[in-house]
């Protein structure tokens, strides 16, 4: 499996990396991070049961037995958050994400292979790390930004600007979209977001412009014609998710907006606050739009101060901006 180095692994830990991989169908960043986590506290345990006197990220747990896991107890998880928070200085944070990543592993181990009877994170009681406001753009800032994409002439790059601000999509649903995927007679497009769910993405009379001024240009690049993808390298070739942040990069900066720490993902944050903000945007239809599996994850936009997806998306203020270039 991808960066997972299995050889130094016990075989219920592989287990449970293919089984959120292939059944729970958890992004490769999840995996990892819940990886990574995992086998840190799997060496915890594992130091504390043998004193193999070793520094832990040196400790081999390829022999570690299911009886060891059999025998974890709820105070081994408190003090193995202890030891992140007091020797490795993990914030609130980071000790949440390993709780997660311990709670899925442990009832993976009981519920699903039945190798613990008890799982001990069940009755964990640890405190849920305060939200952080999101980063975003203002309406003037966005304004700035989609200025500064649109003199660079590049329709490409004006148009991935405007898509991630007036449909708040993440980086890797703007990357994999196929020209095959926008309906411009419903004026939608269809993104794969995440754990491999489709859904429609509307499309609001600025996003419809700077699509046709950018696919008439690129359906005239006849070295393009095979290539399914909407937006394309230099090579003609599907264009790379650090090329997207190239772009972002260069085109926040020629705003003057480098340094505020925007990212294509504050972009997203972006175009929910711009429709909360300005729209008939209520935390359910952003909920759908956003592609968020629960509305608590939606809920962080109510700090600031719908009849349906499609209204939320005519209602972002970015909606009729369009490329000075008039065809």
């Not at 400790?59 to 193995?80: G, K």
């Not at 939608?188 to 996003?207: F, I, P, S, T, W």
């Not at 972009?267 to 935390?283: E, I, K, N, S």
Request: charged share 30%; net charge neutral.
């Amino acid at each position: 499996m991808k960066n997972y180095n299995t050889t130094d692994n016990p075989e219920f830990l592989n287990n449970y990396l293919m089984h959120i991989k292939l059944v729970k169908l958890l992004s490769d960043r999840t995996i990892q991070g819940y990886y990574e986590d995992i086998r840190l506290f799997l060496r915890y345990i594992y130091e504390n049961n043998h004193n193999t006197d070793k520094d832990i990220e040196e400790i081999d747990i390829s022999d570690m037995s299911e009886n060891e896991l059999r025998e974890i107890s709820v105070s081994d998880i408190y003090n193995f958050m202890f030891y992140v928070s007091d020797e490795r200085h993990n914030t609130d944070k980071a000790r949440y994400r390993k709780i997660s990543a311990l709670r899925s592993f442990f009832k993976y181990l009981d519920k699903i292979v039945h190798i613990i009877e008890t799982d001990p994170t069940k009755d964990l009681d640890v405190p849920v790390p305060k939200a952080a406001l999101p980063k975003y753009l203002s309406l003037n800032e966005s304004l700035r930004l989609l200025n500064a994409s649109d003199s660079s002439d590049s329709k490409r790059d004006y148009c991935i600007i405007t898509l991630f601000l007036n449909c708040g999509m993440r980086l890797s649903e703007l990357v994999g979209i196929n020209i095959s995927d926008i309906d411009f007679y419903e004026n939608r497009l269809k993104v794969l977001g995440k754990g491999h769910k489709e859904r429609m993405v509307y499309l609001n009379d600025a996003c419809i412009d700077a699509l046709k001024k950018y696919l008439s240009i690129r359906n005239n690049n006849q070295k393009a014609k095979a290539e399914p993808a909407l937006f394309i390298s230099n090579q003609n070739k599907r264009i790379s998710k650090r090329r997207v942040q190239q772009i972002v990069e260069n085109t926040l900066k020629a705003a003057e907006l480098d340094g505020k720490g925007i990212t294509t993902h504050k972009l997203r944050h972006t175009a929910a606050t711009l429709m909360y903000q300005y729209g008939d945007a209520d935390v359910l239809t952003l909920k759908e739009l956003l592609g968020h599996a629960s509305v608590s994850t939606t809920e962080i936009y109510t700090h600031l101060s719908s009849e349906s997806v499609r209204n939320a998306v005519e209602s972002n203020p970015l909606s009729k901006v369009k490329s000075d270039d008039e065809d």
